[in-house]
């Protein structure tokens, strides 16, 4: 294992362990929540967007689960305030690998896109793109 990926395990054990933007925000504009149906892990985001209604503004997020969900959640949150709704709906799963800078085993990767897969629908909800009660890792 190089230096490089170790660094970034630490980084994430970080998260894990002090989670950025651990909480609830009074009166989002809108919330949404995912599990992952194998483990029964879930995460729970609320998402303010500033006046133009398209960027956001502030995120924070709660929940249960193993190490690189609840890590990748922190680490998302500290990167969703700036970005429009439409610039999040565009990422994909090579943006959360990125994000958390190691191999992730494909038994891992719904761990890892758990969390970006929420908050897009979330927003594609709040757009009414989509109808859906709960995000789930499976579809
Ligand atoms: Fe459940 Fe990772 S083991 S989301």
Same mark, same amino acid.
């Given at each position: 294992?190089?230096?490089?990926?170790?660094?970034? !395990?630490?980084?994430?054990?970080?998260?894990?362990?002090?989670? !950025?933007?651990?909480? @609830?925000?009074? /009166?989002?504009?809108?919330?949404?929540? *995912?599990?992952?149906?194998?483990?029964?892990?879930?995460? @729970?985001?609320?998402?303010?967007?500033?006046?133009?209604?398209?960027?956001? /503004? !502030?995120?924070?997020?709660?929940? %249960?689960?193993?190490?690189?969900?609840?890590?990748?959640?922190?680490?998302?949150?500290?990167?969703?305030?700036?970005?429009?709704?439409? @610039?999040?709906?565009?990422? %994909?799963?090579? %943006?959360?690998?990125?994000?958390? *800078?190691?191999?992730?085993?494909?038994? !891992?990767?719904?761990?890892?896109?758990?969390?970006?897969?929420?908050?897009?629908? *979330?927003?594609?909800?709040?757009?009414? /793109?989509?109808?859906?009660?709960?995000?789930?890792?499976?579809?």
């Amino acid at each position: 294992m190089s230096m490089g990926s170790d660094m970034y !395990r630490q980084q994430i054990l970080d998260h894990y362990k002090n989670p !950025r933007n651990y909480g @609830e925000l009074d /009166e989002p504009t809108f919330s949404h929540l *995912g599990h992952n149906p194998s483990c029964g892990d879930e995460l @729970e985001f609320d998402v303010t967007l500033a006046d133009d209604d398209e960027t956001i /503004e !502030r995120v924070a997020f709660r929940g %249960d689960g193993c190490a690189i969900s609840q890590a990748s959640a922190s680490m998302l949150s500290e990167r969703l305030p700036g970005k429009t709704l439409a @610039e999040v709906e565009e990422m %994909d799963r090579d %943006d959360v690998i990125d994000m958390l *800078g190691v191999d992730i085993s494909p038994m !891992r990767i719904k761990c890892a896109v758990l969390a970006e897969k929420i908050v897009q629908d *979330g927003a594609e909800i709040y757009e009414g /793109e989509k109808d859906l009660d709960q995000t789930t890792t499976e579809d």
